[in-house]
């Protein structure tokens, strides 16, 4: 890693639960997301600010003005766009080292199977048991050390709701995020529960790329929406003065003593 990188970086490489070495698992791993929507986008986008080498997008449609509101890795000149172009756009202006795969089109069992075989990251945000449909789902791809398999549904994979499709409205809804009263109830937000989960999506990957991998990972919109509808920090809260914080933030410039002795040890390293 070079000194450009190193210092890019930096900010992953200084946390203990991270270091150098998560890092390079990083920049060696290939993700392949399914669906670059109100859950990929989201991800794709954390997943290459964070250094993912290879970002694999599939998806066929086009960027809708409907979208922006909670897709925002696309922007307004976007519009009648495909979607991976706009998003590999962005993404590499976001991260110019990161390789973008791009597969524009609905594509079947024989062009899915071997990306999916070639992933070490696979996130399936697309509709609920479309991958095992197509016999290319988690429990039908040859195992490799080290993947991590991020399947996201609506409802869970248990119970009556078991695979339901949902959107990130009634997703939200399902959770509990929905305010007024039984007679007149009102969203807390419309589709919010799928860029919620996308966020979520990218921390688990990336935690679980700093362990090693080989996990399968299921998360359900509704019940990270169901975090947030318990959460009472979501509640409204009347401040009659302005909060202190409990801890002083560190000073500007506090890190830059540890990113300089990060890039010295670097360059004697390669002498």
Known sequence: MDDPLLLRYSRHILLDELGPDAQARFA??????IGVGGL?????QFLAAAGVGTLSLCDADSVD?????????YATADVGQRKVDAAAARLSSINPHVTIVKVARRIGEADLQPLVAAADVVIESSRPTALAHRGIGAADILPRDGRVWLRVTGHGTDGERANWVAFGDDAAVSGGLVGGSAGEPAFCGDAIADP?????AALEVAESLSRGGGELIELSMAAVAATYAIDDRTAETCCAATPEPSVPAPGLGADNAAVERLLAERRLASC
């Open 40 to 44: 990929g986008a989201p991800a794709a």
């Open 28 to 33: 060696s791993a290939h993700a392949l997301i």
């Open 65 to 73: 003005l409907t979208n922006l509101q909670r897709q925002i890795l």
């Open 196 to 200: 919620l989960t996308g966020l979520h």
